[in-house]
């Protein structure tokens, strides 16, 4: 990868505390979209097709333009700037459509670089993509943190699907799995001044969960967090950080978090008679699995919901919105 290195952050003073709404997102077209294997081995969200054969991967990868098109529609038509960034054709990428698992751009114009569990993903991570972001969303490099050479260790760390930040209270929140190690975790957080807080989760069948965004999300005001999932050893610590935040905590349980409910981003936008404000993107599918008292309680702490069916991606891919979105902070 390209970008210049610059120095290490770690030893200057703590900074103050960063936006944690970016107004600007990278998106992949895909275009060999499917079911993989290899990432279902971790990802107990994938289902497979019922039928397989050349119809049905042509059905796959068609459904998940349309969901990829009208999820970018939908963002720009709330006045969130899209970067879209079309999939090369080879190797085929079956996961390239989840883009924030294999590095995220941030306020200081650090870029880092993730290892992913998956060999298969690895091609994912194209110089073309960082130089589409940096030409159109004019993201300023001014650090590489380059983390991949990890993964020849056995250790990864899936960018913004392994970590669920808290940036205003610079607090990185991750649930260890065979994707998120926690001695990653804490270089990460060395390396950016945040404070991380490790964790464990797992589903009803006691299998960890891959990601931490499929069980939390923080917005502005709001934060979202399945604590039915999280190991009860651990739960009121991180229920505690999250209310020492002021934010106002919405738990989820394990049907809401299968039903990707944990898994949606709260994005800046401009508005007319608001001004500076703030829109909550889920699925379609997290939309209908919230309960109306906490679907009211989220739109009292946000300014607009925006909720996109995707139901290929979600069923074939085991990721839903939030997996979908890479947000780009750090723009001159």
Same mark, same amino acid.
């Given at each position: 990868?390209? @970008?210049?290195?610059?120095?290490?952050?770690?030893?200057?003073?703590?900074?103050?505390?960063g936006?944690?709404?970016?107004?600007?997102?990278l998106m992949?077209?895909?275009?060999?979209?499917g079911?993989?294997?290899? !990432?279902?081995?971790?990802? !107990?969200?994938q289902?497979?097709?019922?039928?397989?054969?050349?119809?049905?991967?042509?059905?796959?990868?068609?459904?998940?333009?349309?969901?990829?098109?009208?999820? *970018?529609?939908a963002?720009?038509?709330?006045g969130?700037? +899209?970067?879209?960034?079309?999939?090369?054709?080879?190797?085929? $990428?079956?996961?390239a +459509?989840? @883009?924030?698992?294999?590095? #995220?751009?941030?306020?200081d114009? !650090?870029?880092?670089?993730?290892p992913?569990?998956?060999a298969s993903?690895?091609?994912? %991570?194209?110089?073309? +993509?960082?130089d /589409?972001?940096i030409? %159109?969303?004019?993201?300023r490099? /001014?650090?590489?943190?380059d983390? =991949?050479?990890?993964?020849?260790?056995?250790?990864?760390?899936?960018?913004?699907?392994?970590?669920?930040?808290?940036h205003?209270?610079?607090?990185?929140?991750?649930?260890?799995s065979?994707?998120?190690?926690?001695?990653?975790?804490?270089?990460?957080?060395?390396?950016l *001044?945040?404070? @991380?807080?490790?964790?464990?989760?797992a589903?009803?069948?006691?299998?960890? &969960?891959?990601h !931490?965004?499929?069980?939390?999300?923080?917005?502005? %005001?709001?934060?979202?967090?399945?604590?039915?999932?999280?190991?009860?050893?651990?739960?009121?610590?991180? &229920?505690g *950080?999250? *209310?020492?935040?002021g934010?106002?905590?919405?738990?989820?349980?394990q049907?809401?978090?299968?039903?990707?409910?944990?898994?949606?981003?709260?994005?800046?936008?401009?508005?007319?008679?608001?001004?500076? #404000?703030?829109?909550l993107?889920?699925?379609?599918?997290?939309?209908?699995a919230?309960? @109306?008292? $906490?679907?009211?309680?989220? =739109?009292?702490? =946000?300014?607009?919901?925006?909720?996109v069916?995707?139901p290929?991606?979600?069923? &074939?891919?085991?990721g839903?919105?939030?997996?979908?979105?890479?947000?780009?902070?750090? %723009?001159?």
């Open positions: 990868m390209e @970008p210049s290195a610059g120095s290490s952050p770690a030893a200057e003073p703590r900074p103050r505390p936006r944690q709404c970016a107004d600007a997102v992949i077209e895909p275009r060999a979209f079911y993989n294997p290899d !990432t279902a081995r971790t990802n !107990t969200f289902s497979p097709a019922s039928a397989g054969g050349t119809a049905a991967c042509a059905a796959a990868r068609a459904g998940a333009l349309e969901e990829f098109g009208r999820l *970018r529609g963002l720009e038509s709330e969130v700037e +899209v970067c879209a960034v079309e999939d090369s054709a080879s190797p085929a $990428k079956p996961d +459509v989840f @883009p924030n698992n294999w590095l #995220s751009f941030h306020e114009g !650090t870029l880092v670089l993730y992913m569990e998956s993903r690895r091609p994912e %991570r194209r110089q073309e +993509v960082i /589409a972001v030409e %159109r969303l004019h993201f490099v /001014a650090h590489l943190l983390l =991949t050479h990890f993964e020849g260790e056995g250790m990864f760390l899936e960018g913004t699907g392994s970590l669920v930040l808290d205003a209270e610079r607090v990185a929140y991750a649930c260890a065979p994707r998120t190690h926690p001695a990653l975790v804490a270089e990460w957080a060395r390396e *001044r945040y404070e @991380p807080l490790i964790f464990q989760a589903d009803r069948a006691g299998v960890p &969960l891959y !931490t965004n499929v069980l939390m999300c923080i917005g502005e %005001r709001f934060g979202v967090v399945g604590t039915e999932a999280i190991a009860a050893a651990d739960r009121e610590r991180v &229920l *950080r999250l *209310r020492a935040s934010r106002e905590t919405i738990e989820i349980g049907e809401e978090i299968a039903r990707f409910a944990g898994n949606m981003l709260e994005l800046g936008t401009w508005d007319e008679a608001l001004g500076d #404000s703030r829109v993107v889920m699925s379609e599918a997290a939309r209908r919230l309960s @109306p008292e $906490k679907y009211r309680r989220l =739109t009292g702490a =946000t300014d607009a919901v925006l909720a069916p995707i290929t991606i979600e069923r &074939l891919g085991g839903s919105v939030r997996c979908m979105l890479a947000e780009v902070f750090g %723009r001159t």
